[in-house]
């Protein structure tokens, strides 16, 4: 009797568990579409996106290409449209472009591209600075000694990304101005710093430094005024 009674448990058992499948058949499917669905939109997804990225990366070596040529029209509105529409990375890249070839034309022009690009909040601050140490190059002439000293120390600081090219630029401008001792120490800071690479440390021990052993004279005659 209790086997024929454990049988019978166990049928009723069977009973309600295909009920509950039968009942819950249809929200299960519709649940693993959903899944499939997902799963299916994120992969379309990276497919267009690399679809995406590769055509704009072609059309910004093309752009490149035309500005090496000269062509500085076609450049010009090939990045600007990249710049409206491009992913993310690309509009980056075109504007800083956009920018350096507006101030090949014209430096004034080319550091408001850069300073706009540099008050951007929504850009990285890596970028961010590095567009403000490009304007502040295109507007040295323009700057005084000490106005150029407060833009640029902050991007000299250590452990900043430009610290090696901001450091450089401080110390031209210190030269210019006729700071001899103030361009010594920023050209120092370049020698005593480890990741110098090769190339700049030579140009500071080699061109540089001569210009402040010279003093003054000799360092107002080889700076551009």
Do not use: C
């Not at 601050?125 to 567009?131: E, N, S």
């Not at 507007?139 to 000293?149: F, G, K």
């Not at 833009?151 to 900043?160: D, H, M, S, T």
């Amino acid at each position: 009797m209790t086997d024929i009674f454990r049988e019978i448990d166990e049928d009723l058992r069977r009973d309600r568990y295909s009920q509950l499948l039968r009942r819950l058949a249809p929200l299960l499917i519709a649940a693993i579409v959903l899944i499939l669905a997902g799963v299916g939109g994120w992969q379309a997804w990276r497919w267009f996106g690399r679809q995406s990225a590769e055509a704009t990366g072609a059309r910004f070596e093309q752009a490149l290409q035309a500005a090496r040529e000269n062509n500085l029209a076609d450049a010009e509105q090939a990045l600007t449209a990249i710049a409206g529409e491009g992913p993310a990375g690309y509009r980056l890249l075109a504007r800083l472009r956009l920018a350096s070839i507006a101030g090949a034309k014209d430096a004034q022009a080319g550091a408001a591209a850069f300073t706009a690009i540099a008050d951007d909040g929504g850009m990285d601050a890596v970028w961010r600075d590095l567009a403000r140490l490009r304007a502040t190059m295109l507007r040295i002439d323009t700057l005084s000694p000490d106005e150029a000293q407060a833009i640029l120390q902050p991007l000299a600081a250590p452990g900043r990304t430009w610290r090696l090219s901001a450091l450089e630029t401080l110390g031209l401008a210190a030269l210019q101005a006729g700071k001899i001792e103030d361009a010594g120490r920023w050209f120092d800071q370049i020698l005593t710093d480890s990741t110098a690479p090769a190339s700049l440390r030579q140009r500071v021990e080699s061109v540089y430094m001569a210009l402040v052993a010279g003093g003054p004279a000799q360092a107002s005659a080889a700076t551009p005024n």
